[in-house]
C-alpha cells in the first residue's frame, strides 16, 4: 500500500469522526437542535481545529510528503474531479429543495427546513465533507483497480 493510499484511508477514518462529531453538536437522536449562531462558530471552529490536528497526526504518522509520480497524480486529479462533481450535484440539490420550499409555501415538502439557520449550517458543512469522502474514497479505489 502506497503512502498516498494510506493518507487517504487515514484522511477518509478523520474526515469521518469530524463529521460525526459535527452530528452530535448539531442533532440530538438525529433531530436537529435549534443552536444559537455563538454555538454554531465554536462548532465550526472546533471542527476546523480537528481536522488540521488529524492531518498533521496523519502526516506526523506517515513520514511527511512523499513524492508523487505520475500515476498519484493522475489519481489525484480524477479523485478531485469527481468531488467537484458530488459537491456540485449536493449544491443543486440543496437548492431545489430551498426553492421548492419557498414555491410551495403551506404545503408539505419533503426533506429539511432549510430557512433554519441550524439545518442550513449543517447541510452546508455536511456537503463539504461529502465532497471530501468522496475524493478519499475514490483515491483509495483509484489504487485498489
Not at 469521518?16 to 442533532?27: E, G, I, N, S
Not at 440530538?28 to 465554536?42: K, L, N, T
Not at 508523487?68 to 450535484?89: P, Q, S, T, W, Y
Amino acid at each position: 500500500m502506497s503512502q498516498h493510499e494510506k493518507f487517504a484511508w487515514g484522511s477518509l477514518l478523520a474526515s469521518l469522526l469530524v463529521w460525526l462529531f459535527l452530528t452530535m453538536r448539531m442533532t440530538e437522536g438525529w433531530v436537529f437542535v435549534d443552536a444559537s449562531p455563538r454555538d454554531m462558530i465554536w462548532t465550526y471552529g472546533a471542527v476546523v481545529v480537528l481536522m488540521i490536528v488529524a492531518y498533521a497526526v496523519l502526516a506526523g504518522v506517515l513520514g511527511g510528503e512523499a513524492e508523487k509520480d505520475e500515476r498519484d497524480l493522475a489519481i489525484a486529479a480524477r479523485a478531485e474531479r469527481m468531488e467537484g462533481v458530488v459537491v456540485l450535484v449536493a449544491v443543486n440539490v440543496l437548492i431545489i429543495q430551498a426553492l421548492a420550499q419557498a414555491a410551495f409555501a403551506g404545503q408539505v415538502v419533503p426533506g429539511i427546513d432549510l430557512g433554519a439557520l441550524p439545518v442550513l449550517f449543517y447541510a452546508l458543512l455536511t456537503v463539504l465533507f461529502l465532497g471530501h469522502l468522496t475524493s478519499q474514497a475514490v483515491t483509495i479505489w483509484l489504487y485498489r483497480a
